[in-house]
Nanobody, 123 residues
């Protein structure tokens, strides 16, 4: 079973940047696509971004396209989410997850989850 631990969240002003990290156990990380989701206050968990196991392809939700960048380092077994031009509506708990296959935006297609890291964007 994969273990995922997110870090890097915090409080930032609108227009600022944060980089989230997700440290993963090596056994399955390198051979699986990965994704980021988020859950804002009073909202359902939603897809943010996904990346193939080699990192050659990425996919983003329309709400973050052009502002967020997903990447991975398969040597360090770490997934990243660089978030720029942050908006108050980006406030949420951010989760990394291991996907069963690349390209899905559905929670049911992600089998392992981290505990989440809080991102708060002030206006």
């Amino acid at each position: 079973q994969a273990q995922l631990v997110e870090s890097g969240g915090g409080l930032v002003q609108a227009g600022g940047s944060l980089r989230l990290s997700c440290a993963a156990s090596a056994r399955t990380f390198r051979s699986n696509p990965m994704g980021w989701f988020r859950q804002g206050p009073g909202k359902e968990r939603e897809f943010v971004a996904a990346i193939t196991w080699r990192g050659g392809s990425t996919y983003y939700a329309d709400s973050v396209k052009g502002r967020f960048t997903i990447s991975r380092d398969n040597v360090k077994n770490t997934l990243y989410l660089q978030m720029n031009s942050l908006k108050p509506e980006d406030t949420a708990v951010y989760y990394c997850a291991q996907a069963k296959w690349y390209g899905s935006v559905s929670l049911k297609d992600y089998e392992y989850w981290g505990q989440g890291t809080q991102v708060t964007v002030s206006s």
